[in-house]
Structure formats: structure tokens, C-alpha cells
T-cell receptor, first 116, second 112 residues
Framework: KAGVTQTPRYLIKTRGQQVTLSCSPI?????VSWYQQTPGQGLQFLFE???????NKGNFPGRFSGRQFSNSRSEMNVSTLELGDSALYLC???????????????FGPGTRLTVT | SQELEQSPQSLIVQEGKNLTINCTSS?????LYWYKQKYGEGLIFLMM?????EEKSHEKITAKLDEKKQQSSLHITASQPSHAGIYLC????????????FGTGTRLTIIP
């Protein structure tokens, strides 16, 4: 079974631009979470989608948004890019059977975003 | 908010030696996860622990969650160069929550 895939793997953008990152979860997984990883802040939760609905959200400004499609693929968008948005963006998927349980989360290879 | 502290921050171990990494929380842990990361790459899932006192092993790596569910340890037996990397613990902030809070990581170096 294929793992979590993320595209593109590397991206260079200029301040003020916007960017869209894509994540395809493991087949059958309906929950997709996004994380930002920086040397200073470590790994921080952005948001989680399940069945096309955002269920959880981290403490990031509204410039960070996401969505999930009916096939569970997810995209995240960052508008008006700032230098501080340079980071490794990781998505993770899990096979959620019922709410209230904890499930294994599998991460993709990440998208390295550089803002200049 | 829940914070996870990992110790040590870095570890240099001679090949063949055993080592332990700890992950401590100020609050009850729900779904404690251990991952390994090579620099700049994605996280590789190692193990997930849920129940107090639970212990899981995979090859030479063993993880335990203490009875009070506020501390976990990762133990590597007979370390090999392939074990080198950054080890991260993550925890769910409440039952069933897919949002994980992560520790700052432990950088493991294996010397021949």
C-alpha cells in the first residue's frame, strides 16, 4: 500500500505570494492533519480534516487554510506569504474508525517551502 | 496547554550500546506516539501507546508508557548506525483527538 504523498517536495516563493500544497493520504484513510516544522518552533499542528470537514485547528493566523476533497486528498493554502512561513510542511493521515479512539498517524515526506 | 519534554536533547552513543530516551508530560497522555526523522525528511512511525503500563517492541526498539500515563520511554538495544536520527514523541491532547503535540526531539548519533 502506498504511503502518504505530498507535492511538491520543494517550493520557493516570494513574500506576498500565495502557495498551495497537496497531500494524498494512504488509501482508506479519511483523516488528514497538517503540521508546520521549523527549527525554532518545532512541529506545530495546523489543522485536521475528516470527511471533508475541519475538525481541529491549531493557533495559526487565517492566512493558513485548508480543505479536503471527497477522495480524502487534502490541500493547504498560505496566502500573503511571510519570511517566517519558511518551513517543512508535513501532512499525516490516519484510519479513523470511530470518534474517541486514538489511531496510528502516518506522515508524508513533507514539502519544503522557502519564502524569499 | 500540554507540553512534552524530551530528554536528553542529544545523545552520542557507541555502536552496540543501549540507550534510553524519555518523554514527559505535565498532563495525562492520550495516544503517545514515537517517530523517527532523518534531517529535513518526513516522520517515520515507530509505535503508538495508549494504555498505562503498555509496552511495545519492534526489532530492537521498545517503548513503554508508565502507569500514570504521563511519561514514556524509548529504549534501543544494541544500537546500530541505522538508528541515527531525530526521535520525536507526540501526544494527543484529549481522547480521540487527531491533533498531536510534539516534543522538541532527541538527536541520536551513533559512532562506530
Amino acid at each position: 500500500k502506498a504511503g502518504v504523498t505530498q507535492t511538491p517536495r520543494y517550493l520557493i516563493k516570494t513574500r506576498g505570494q500565495q502557495v498551495t500544497l497537496s497531500c494524498s493520504p494512504i488509501s482508506g484513510h479519511r483523516s488528514v492533519s497538517w503540521y508546520q516544522q521549523t527549527p525554532g518552533q518545532g512541529l506545530q499542528f495546523l489543522f485536521e480534516y475528516f470527511s471533508e470537514t475541519q475538525r481541529n485547528k491549531g493557533n495559526f493566523p487565517g492566512r493558513f487554510s485548508g480543505r479536503q476533497f471527497s477522495n480524502s486528498r487534502s490541500e493547504m493554502n498560505v496566502s500573503t506569504l511571510e519570511l517566517g512561513d519558511s518551513a517543512l510542511y508535513l501532512c499525516a493521515s490516519s484510519f479513523v474508525v470511530r470518534t474517541g479512539g486514538s489511531y496510528e498517524q502516518y506522515f508524508g515526506p513533507g514539502t519544503r517551502l522557502t519564502v524569499t | 496547554s500540554q507540553e512534552l519534554e524530551q530528554s536528553p536533547q542529544s545523545l552520542i552513543v557507541q555502536e552496540g550500546k543501549n540507550l534510553t530516551i524519555n518523554c514527559t508530560s505535565s498532563k495525562t497522555l492520550y495516544g503517545l506516539y514515537w517517530y523517527k526523522q532523518k534531517y529535513g525528511e518526513g516522520l517515520i512511525f515507530l509505535m503508538m501507546l495508549q494504555k498505562g503500563g503498555e509496552e511495545k517492541s519492534h526489532e530492537k526498539i521498545t517503548a513503554k508508557l508508565d502507569e500514570k500515563k504521563q511519561q514514556s520511554s524509548l529504549h534501543i538495544t544494541a544500537s546500530q548506525p541505522s538508528h541515527a536520527g531525530i526521535y520525536l514523541c507526540g501526544a494527543a491532547t484529549r481522547p480521540g483527538n487527531e491533533k498531536l503535540t510534539f516534543g522538541t526531539g532527541t538527536r541520536l548519533t551513533i559512532i562506530p
